[in-house]
T-cell receptor, first 114, second 112 residues
Framework: EPEVTQTPSHQVTQMGQEVILRCVPISNHLYFYWYRQILGQKVEFLVSFYNNEISEKSEIFDDQFSVERPDGSNFTLKIRSTKLEDSAMYFCATSQGEVTGELFFGEGSRLTVL | GESVGLHLPTLSVQEGDNSIINCAYSNSASDYFIWYKQESGKGPQFIIDIRSNMDKRQGQRVTVLLNKTVKHLSLQIAATQPGDSAVYFC???????????FGSGTRLQVQP
């Protein structure tokens, strides 16, 4: 069964450092998303991406965050200068269409900011 | 404020019993309501969704009910199995948006 794959599974970084999280979407999916989940809390939307541009973003997704799909396969989330409160599990998700709420999530990348 | 929320943080059931997980919502401008399952250390997994103009939808061992009068959503799991133990999130997709808004989650514990 096709799946969304994410790397790294866990990254530890110092506050102020840049972090890049990577995602390989399911091959025929066109819509890509990043969500995050702070430990023990609910899943929160960050950004959606379609046709090589951001289609929607939340208030969490400020200027410190960026996304791109540089090589047509990897979909990346960059955090320019990490803060302690960026510590969370970051999930990439993809979908074939945009109508329903059926998303396919990866296993997540745990980010720990010290 | 949060527009999707869950009534109970933890639900414990006996194996073989039916489970009902509830969710309340406050925003009526939604296309779809969705249930996700999250096992420990994994990403959310889609279970079933229901369009906002429907009342009921059935899947394999699961049924979702939508009561728009009282703005209530429920997930029924028939013959609950140990593998159903997880956190269950309701979510909604608002009209014209791609983002899903998730609720707080209910932990389902299946006792053998």
């Amino acid at each position: 069964e096709p799946e969304v794959t994410q790397t790294p599974s866990h990254q530890v970084t110092q506050m102020g450092q840049e972090v890049i999280l990577r995602c390989v979407p399911i091959s025929n999916h066109l819509y890509f998303y990043w969500y995050r989940q702070i430990l023990g809390q609910k899943v929160e939307f960050l950004v959606s991406f379609y046709n090589n541009e951001i289609s929607e973003k939340s208030e969490i997704f400020d200027d410190q965050f960026s996304v791109e799909r540089p090589d047509g396969s990897n979909f990346t989330l960059k955090i320019r200068s990490t803060k302690l409160e960026d510590s969370a599990m970051y999930f990439c998700a993809t979908s074939q269409g945009e109508v329903t709420g059926e998303l396919f999530f990866g296993e997540g990348s745990r980010l720990t900011v010290l | 404020g949060e527009s999707v929320g869950l009534h109970l943080p933890t639900l414990s059931v006996q194996e073989g019993d039916n489970s009902i997980i509830n969710c309340a919502y406050s925003n009526s401008a939604s296309d779809y309501f969705i249930w996700y399952k999250q096992e420990s250390g994994k990403g959310p997994q889609f279970i079933i969704d229901i369009r906002s103009n429907m009342d009921k939808r059935q899947g394999q061992r699961v049924t979702v009910l939508l009561n728009k009068t009282v703005k209530h959503l429920s997930l029924q799991i028939a013959a609950t199995q140990p593998g159903d133990s997880a956190v269950y999130f309701c979510a909604e997709k608002k009209t014209g948006r791609r983002a899903l808004t998730f609720g707080s989650g209910t932990r389902l514990q299946v006792q053998p």
